[in-house]
């Protein structure tokens, strides 16, 4: 089992900038996909980035590409989300993932082992 536990949400202006990190224990995430899903107020928990197994491949949503950047440090045992030019679309619960597949394409099709609770993000107008 893995836990995965975010941390980093908060409140942010539009146009700005903020991370979201996740650690993980149990088991050493070396060898998993890490991702992160979010979901917003009325609306259904979409796919937002992915890293593969060791950092070599990213994979994200249209709508937050050249905007936020996912990397992962398995030393550490950690995944962060960094987000830039935050807009109130970006408003939503962000939520940490795991997959026993190394690759990116699992996370981005749901298929995912372990999930964090989430944190919050709130973008203001």
């Known amino acids: 089992q893995i836990q995965l536990v975010e941390s980093g949400g908060g409140l942010v202006q539009d146009g700005g900038s903020l991370s979201v990190s996740c650690l993980a224990s149990g088991r050493k995430i070396d060898g998993y996909a890490m991702g992160w899903f979010r979901q917003a107020p009325g609306k259904e928990r979409e796919f937002v980035a992915a890293?593969?197994?060791?950092?070599?491949?990213?994979d994200y949503i249209d709508s937050v590409k050249g905007r936020f950047t996912i990397s992962r440090d398995n030393a550490k045992n950690t995944v962060d989300l960094r987000m830039n030019r935050l807009q109130p679309d970006d408003t939503a619960v962000y939520y940490c993932?795991?997959?026993?597949?190394?690759?990116?394409?699992?996370?981005?099709?749901?298929?995912?082992?372990?999930w964090g609770n989430g944190t919050l993000v709130t973008v203001s107008s």
């Open positions: 890293v593969d197994w060791d950092g070599g491949k990213t």
């Open positions: 993932t795991a997959a026993m597949n190394p690759f990116t394409l699992t996370i981005r099709k749901g298929e995912v082992d372990w």
